[in-house]
């Protein structure tokens, strides 16, 4: 145990502590020799502070400390000293002051580091994440985790406030596959059987509504067993709530409110709500998706009627088969050459569309290779659909709707990326409203909920569920930050009857969802109130907030994109015995 107790952190002293005797613990950061006297930084996640080995003040701690080197753990008894006139720091809080050391204990030795600690050299994400405890030591990482710590705060404080209750919800439950695959734990005591862990709190905490829980949150864990894509974790976080006897405005007025708090406290940034609100058929039709960036206008017009009467054939057989022709208006870009095009065409192509058609915009009108196949009139036409002008660049994707949308969703945020008409200092906040209730899937040939099986049909649309499904709108809502969904919720379905129809026109029978869903079948018949709810995705959340690019940041030990741990080598093997205990064996493999 140490001799010396630390009395204040490596960020806490000032000018006015001058001439106070303190003892610092901490790792050395750096380590200069300057003509006999070691002056080291001294670092903890607080900060810094500059302290002082000089001979002539204590030739035995001077000659100690010849030994220090970066990353030892260290703790220093000395007084603390004004810097002289022109010599203070001002990049440091600290940078007023050192501390002239009278005493000193190594705590704990360092071997030299595989990558510098809070240097600038760049570093392997594999490298980051196999010494992920000392990756987590650099001063920005130190940040990013305690503005995370921050959100936590002050969504719990929130919520109490306004008669929230907390509760944890299993992590061993029931498996009820539907969208991605569950993790799966086999029971040891109920051999042959599994637990899955949970994609979300979803039925519990629709349950503890029906158990007279009118307002619940939760910071909880959530797992899916899917491919990752970028931004994606098989373990991840959420704020998730449910209330009761509410209608949408509700829900999403609390949403708002606890916006605003973590923007002011994260960030000190005032923001006003409510919220702009758009259709998603609005989103669709202007933007190509249901999570659009409005921080730049940029928006999608069709021209199917236009290019049934040109001369074009691409546009022609793609209008009479059904199909649409939309396109942008990507504002003073007609500067770009016909590489730069190119480049965009290829761009488009990972997304399903065939080709990109285009046209730049001058005082004449619009000039391409497909130009000629549009007379005047029809030219003017588009101009003024597309509200174009000299030096405009008018991009075009025939194709059927759902290819189109992607398409165009897509290059519209790489244009404008591309091209600086993004504001990175902007927070635009908004609310996607009025989905579909179901979605046809094409490979399946069937009706899937957008959302999931719970949400409750808009009620003057109740009357067409049988007849238009897809024409059934849901009582669903997602919050949108800067063009990525922060989260998505919905009034759910509070009567048996119904959700007994919605899993009918799902293609759930009886059976099965009596199997997959029995308990919550069951407590709906015993006075369950109206109720909704939403889940916001904290690690996204906070990654947004912070201006950063990859979701690992804000996670203290995120998984690789093949999901795996490289610090501890999770996933691994277990022994023979484990496997034998739950009655398992392995399949050898292909």
Request: proline content about 4%.
């Amino acid at each position: 145990m140490s001799d010396l107790q630390r009395t204040q952190t490596c960020g806490q002293l000032r000018k006015a502590d001058a001439g106070d005797e303190v003892t610092l613990s901490g790792w050395v950061d750096t380590r200069r020799d300057h003509g006999g006297v070691i002056f080291i930084d001294l670092r903890d996640r607080y900060g810094k502070t500059q302290i002082v080995f000089n001979p002539e003040h204590n030739a035995e701690t001077h000659e100690a400390a010849s030994v220090l080197r970066t990353e030892y753990v260290i703790s220093v008894k000395g007084k603390v000293e004004e810097r002289p006139e022109g010599m203070a720091n001002p990049d440091l809080d600290t940078g007023e002051i050192d501390v002239m050391v009278d005493k000193l204990e190594i705590l704990n030795s360092s071997e030299t580091t595989p990558f510098e600690i809070t240097g600038d050299t760049e570093v392997s994400t594999e490298l980051r994440l196999k010494y992920r405890y000392l990756d987590l030591r650099r001063p920005q990482m130190q940040k990013y985790l305690t503005s995370r710590h921050k959100v936590y705060q002050i969504t719990r404080r929130y919520f109490d406030s306004n008669d929230f209750v907390e509760i944890e919800t299993p992590f061993l439950t029931k498996s009820t596959p539907e969208g991605a695959r569950d993790y799966l734990v086999p029971s040891r005591i109920n051999r042959g059987q599994f637990y899955a862990l949970p994609q979300s709190p979803q039925l519990f905490k629709q349950i503890l509504m029906v158990s007279g829980f009118d307002r619940y949150f939760q910071i909880v864990k959530c797992f899916r067993d899917e491919d990752l894509r970028a931004q994606r974790q098989p373990e991840f976080t959420q704020v998730d709530l449910e209330m009761s006897f509410v209608r949408e405005d509700d829900v999403i007025n609390m949403i708002e409110g606890l916006m605003v708090e973590i923007f002011k406290e994260v960030l000190g940034k005032e923001i006003s709500a409510p919220f702009p609100r758009l259709s998603y058929h609005d989103a669709m039709n202007l933007y190509g998706c249901d999570a659009p960036d409005l921080r730049f206008e940029m928006t999608i017009k069709e021209i199917t009627d236009i290019g049934a009467k040109s001369d074009f054939k691409v546009f022609k057989s793609v209008a009479e088969s059904g199909g649409q022709i939309r396109g942008i208006n990507a504002v003073g870009c007609a500067s770009l050459s016909r590489k730069n095009i190119d480049e965009l065409t290829s761009f488009v192509n990972q997304f399903g569309a065939k080709g990109l058609a285009w046209f730049k915009v001058d005082e004449n009108g619009l000039t391409s290779q497909i130009a000629k196949f549009f007379n005047a009139e029809l030219q003017k036409e588009i101009i003024e659909r597309l509200n174009a002008a000299p030096g405009d660049l008018l991009l075009f994707v025939a194709d059927k709707e759902s290819v189109a949308s992607q398409t165009l969703s897509q290059l519209r945020l790489n244009i404008a990326k591309s091209n600086g008409m993004i504001n990175e200092e902007e927070f635009n906040l908004s609310w996607v409203v009025d989905f579909p209730l179901f979605e046809y899937n094409e490979e399946m040939d069937r009706n899937d909920s957008l959302h999931h099986p719970f949400t409750s049909p808009h009620p003057d649309d109740l009357k067409h569920l049988e007849d238009r499904p897809l024409d059934v709108r849901a009582r669903a809502y997602d919050l949108v930050l800067n063009g990525v969904e922060l989260g998505g919720g919905s009034i759910r379905i509070h009567s048996q009857e119904v959700q007994k129809k919605i899993f009918n026109l799902l293609n759930i029978d009886d059976a099965t969802a009596q199997e997959r869903f029995g308990f919550l079948l069951e407590a709906l018949k015993y006075g369950a109130p109206p109720h909704g709810g939403i889940a916001l995705g904290l690690d996204r959340m906070v990654t947004l907030l912070l201006g950063l690019d990859d979701i690992r940041e804000v996670i203290a030990f995120p998984k690789t994109q093949k999901a795996t741990c490289l610090m501890v080598d999770a996933p691994s093997d277990v022994d023979e015995k484990q496997l034998r205990d739950l009655g398992l064996s392995l399949l050898k493999p292909d």
